[in-house]
């Protein structure tokens, strides 16, 4: 029989849900990260009208999040990396 007296501390931690902690970071498991299309206009050297153009052929996956479209960076890299391939 445990007679301790739990502390209204001990009491409250004990409740909590810690969450579980993230994987390291690195080439296999990269951040996902999402910006705009103008950001992604910009890192592409491209204007905005290009990137909805491609969205909307689907050359490029964009994601709404809301009234917004965003562009996973990991997808402009792999739009990149088709476009490179199919100018050789």
Known sequence: MDLRVQTQGE??????????VQPEL??????TLVVSLEDAATM???CKRTIERERDRGTLKC???GRHWK???GEI????RRMESESR
């Open 71 to 73: 562009v996973r960076v």
């Open 44 to 46: 592409l050297g491209i």
């Open 11 to 20: 009491a409250i931690t004990s409740q909590l849900k810690i969450a579980p």
């Open 26 to 31: 690195n080439e296999v498991n990269p951040p």
């Open 77 to 80: 890299h792999a739009y990149l």
């Open 63 to 65: 994601l709404r999040i």
